[in-house]
């Protein structure tokens, strides 16, 4: 069975950092794609970035909005993808869920599982 | 790049079917069949109903489709039940940015 599970969520306060993990199991972590989407309270999805997998260097990607403040790095031996947040603004809360990337047909990677998310509140 | 837009809410009776949409651009929804599905229930986590276009993963049920045409994609649920009633989220997948569609709330009336 796929499970991602999320960890570190919190109260910060505005220009603050925080840390978040997501640990996998029942797959083989090292070969997926490995994202972050974010949930503000009431609101929709929003994509917040990628790591690829070591075929592809690692390679991280991320939304313009989190750009220079986040960070999202792996331990493929831990089975962990984590989330760096620095500067965090108001608008930064949200939860944050973890999701699997599986490529598809034609080597374009779709969410097929996602953790339960974690909670970060940015008071103003 | 913007989010993809999704009407706000969309309701049927139990039995009847209804469709949401979702429109993008040539460079994400109508690029390939790069397009996702989630459902989300309230306070839930999103569940994936539909990838590449027109796909759905083991367990979700047949009532569940989906197509396109030109930069918009379509979610079609048939023989509409009480557990459908929930927040939808289409998804391009095409590239990143990865983009969402705002979601469409579904009533089941």
């Known amino acids: 069975e796929v499970l991602l599970v999320e960890s570190g969520g919190g109260l910060v306060q505005p220009g603050e950092s925080l840390r978040l993990s997501c640990v996998a199991s029942?797959?083989?972590?090292?070969?997926?794609?490995m994202d972050w989407v974010r949930q503000a309270p009431g609101k929709g999805l929003e994509w917040v970035g990628r790591n690829t997998n070591r075929a592809n260097s690692y390679t991280t990607h991320y939304a313009a909005s989190v750009r220079g403040r986040f960070t999202i790095s792996r331990d493929d031996s831990k089975n962990s993808l984590y989330l760096q947040m620095n500067s965090l603004k108001t608008e930064d809360t949200a939860v944050y869920y973890c999701?699997?990337?599986?490529?598809?047909?034609?080597?374009?990677?779709?969410?097929?599982?996602w953790g339960q998310g974690t909670l970060v509140t940015v008071p103003s | 790049q913007s989010a993809l837009t999704q009407p706000a809410s969309v309701s049927g009776s139990p039995g009847q079917s209804i469709t949401i949409s979702c429109t993008g651009t040539s460079s994400d929804v109508g690029s390939y069949n790069v397009v996702s599905w989630y459902q989300q229930h309230p306070g839930k986590v999103p569940r994936l109903m539909i990838y590449e276009g027109n796909k759905r993963p083991s367990g979700v049920s047949y009532r569940f489709s989906a197509s396109k045409s030109g930069n918009t994609a379509s979610l079609t649920i048939s023989g509409l039940q009480a557990d459908d009633e929930a927040e939808y989220y289409c998804?391009?997948?095409?590239?990143?940015?990865?983009?969402f569609g705002g979601g469409t709330k579904l009533t089941v009336l």
């Open positions: 998804c391009s997948y095409a590239d990143t940015p990865v983009l």
């Open positions: 999701a699997r990337g599986t490529p598809d047909y034609y080597g374009l990677y779709y969410f097929d599982y």
């Open positions: 029942g797959f083989t972590f090292g070969d997926h794609y």
